[in-house]
């Protein structure tokens, strides 16, 4: 079974530049994640799809973040215009429904971020 | 809100020795507890689970057990290798599923 996909794997960008992430999730999976870690911290939660609706966004920095999941598949998180403060390594993960209690989530090997 | 604390690293050991990494939480409700583990150049993998107290997770000699009282779940193995040094991650999800993780604890094991 294939697991989470995620592109690219590595990029670097100036300041005020804009990027975009991409992600696909293990087939059949309704449940899409997109995590932020910085350095030496634990993995926080940007955003959680159940298929193409939003269930909890409450930490997005929705100034500058976006997030899509265009059909319940595949998924783009963006950010325009960068800051130094968002280099990180942005991991997406999936499961098969967040409505499944104790649910093991499966993650992807992420992006990591730099901005200069 | 919901937190996690677990000890800070890294915790260096050699081959053989008993490993104990801690983790407490805090959160309202009944939350499922995790373990992940990060190898180097890897993505996080789910180690083990509990979803209710006195629950024991298990997993490639590793165990945590659920303890509802000290507000705690405890990593633990009798015998670490050099093939187990990764970053730990203890987690819990609340009835959103939505993961909070601690702040990590990298294990080097030498031979």
């Known amino acids: 079974e294939a697991g989470v996909a995620q592109s690219p794997r590595y990029k670097i960008i100036e300041k005020r530049q804009s990027v975009a992430f991409w992600c696909n999730p293990i087939?059949?999976?309704?449940?899409l994640y997109w995590y932020q870690q910085i350095l030496g911290q634990g993995p926080k939660l940007l955003i959680q799809?159940?298929?193409?609706?939003?269930?909890?966004d409450s930490q997005l920095p929705k100034d500058r973040f976006s997030a899509e999941r265009l059909k319940g598949v595949d998924s783009t998180l963006k950010i325009q215009p960068a800051k130094l403060e968002d280099s990180a390594v942005y991991l997406c993960?999936?499961?098969?429904?967040?409505?499944?209690?104790?649910?093991?989530?499966?993650f992807g090997p992420g992006t990591r971020l730099t901005v200069l | 809100g919901n937190s996690v604390t677990q000890m800070e690293g890294p915790v260096t050991l050699s081959e053989e020795a008993f490993l104990t990494i801690n983790c407490t939480y805090t959160?309202?409700?009944?939350?499922?507890l995790f373990w992940y583990v990060q190898y180097p150049g890897e993505g996080l993998q789910l180690l083990l689970k509990?979803?209710?107290?006195?629950d024991k997770g298990s997993n490639k000699g590793f165990e945590a057990t659920y303890r509802k009282e000290t507000t705690s779940f405890h990593l633990e193995k009798g015998s670490v290798q050099v093939s187990d040094s990764a970053v730990y991650f203890c987690?819990?999800?609340?009835?959103?599923?939505?993961?909070?993780f601690g702040t990590g604890t990298r294990l080097q094991v030498f031979p």
């Open positions: 993960a999936s499961s098969l429904s967040w409505e499944m209690s104790g649910n093991e989530q499966f």
């Open positions: 087939s059949g999976h309704a449940t």
């Open positions: 799809f159940q298929n193409n609706g939003v269930v909890d």
């Open positions: 959160a309202t409700g009944y939350p499922s």
């Open positions: 509990a979803t209710k107290a006195d």
């Open positions: 987690a819990l999800s609340d009835n959103t599923d939505k993961l909070i």
